[in-house]
């Protein structure tokens, strides 16, 4: 059973992706499990990129894990005032991402009272064959 730490946490996440235009227009959820989060992006004809190999964006999988990641630091991060801010991504493309939905987690590898490092990863298929994988750095407290 979920306590109301969990929920509210849950709550703060789907939150953050209402209030998301870009989490919006590609459809992204995310299912909350106590400090888990799985986020999914269900394939869309609009989110192809290259219609000749019919691969997914790369700029909307990038984004994606991004969005990915700032979710996470929301699920385990003491109430934040903000949505935490990028300071900088590494995002690396290895694998085409193929006409199908798409998954996505992140870990939180270092969480300090100013800002939070997140390694995140997104597949299909198969989650031992990452499609794109992202090391992100977010300021998360003072001004």
Same mark, same amino acid.
């Given at each position: %059973?979920? &306590?109301?730490?969990d929920?509210?946490?849950? !709550? !703060? =996440?789907?939150?953050?992706?209402a209030?998301?235009?870009?989490?919006? /227009?590609?459809?992204?959820?995310?299912?909350? %499990?106590?400090?888990?989060?799985?986020?999914? +992006?269900?394939?869309? /004809?609009?989110?192809?990129?290259?219609?000749?190999?019919?691969?997914?964006?790369?700029?909307?999988?990038?984004?994606?894990? /991004?969005?990915?990641?700032?979710?996470? +630091?929301?699920? =385990?991060?003491?109430?934040? &005032?903000? @949505? @935490? $801010?990028?300071?900088?991504?590494?995002?690396? #493309?290895? *694998?085409?991402?193929?006409?199908?939905?798409? #998954?996505a *987690?992140?870990?939180?590898?270092?969480?300090? $009272?100013? %800002?939070? &490092? +997140?390694?995140?990863e997104?597949?299909?298929d !198969? *989650? &031992?064959?990452?499609?794109?994988?992202?090391?992100?750095?977010?300021?998360v407290?003072?001004?």
């Amino acid at each position: %059973m979920a &306590s109301d730490t969990d929920l509210s946490r849950a !709550e !703060e =996440v789907a939150a953050f992706i209402a209030r998301t235009p870009l989490a919006q /227009e590609i459809g992204m959820r995310c299912e909350v %499990m106590g400090d888990e989060m799985t986020a999914i +992006v269900p394939f869309q /004809e609009k989110l192809i990129g290259n219609v000749a190999i019919r691969a997914l964006h790369g700029g909307m999988i990038g984004a994606f894990l /991004e969005l990915t990641a700032q979710a996470q +630091v929301f699920l =385990v991060a003491d109430h934040l &005032s903000h @949505p @935490p $801010r990028p300071i900088n991504l590494t995002i690396d #493309y290895l *694998r085409q991402g193929h006409a199908k939905d798409l #998954y996505a *987690r992140a870990t939180i590898t270092k969480m300090g $009272r100013r %800002m939070c &490092s +997140v390694q995140a990863e997104a597949w299909q298929d !198969e *989650r &031992s064959k990452p499609v794109t994988t992202l090391l992100a750095h977010f300021m998360v407290g003072g001004d």
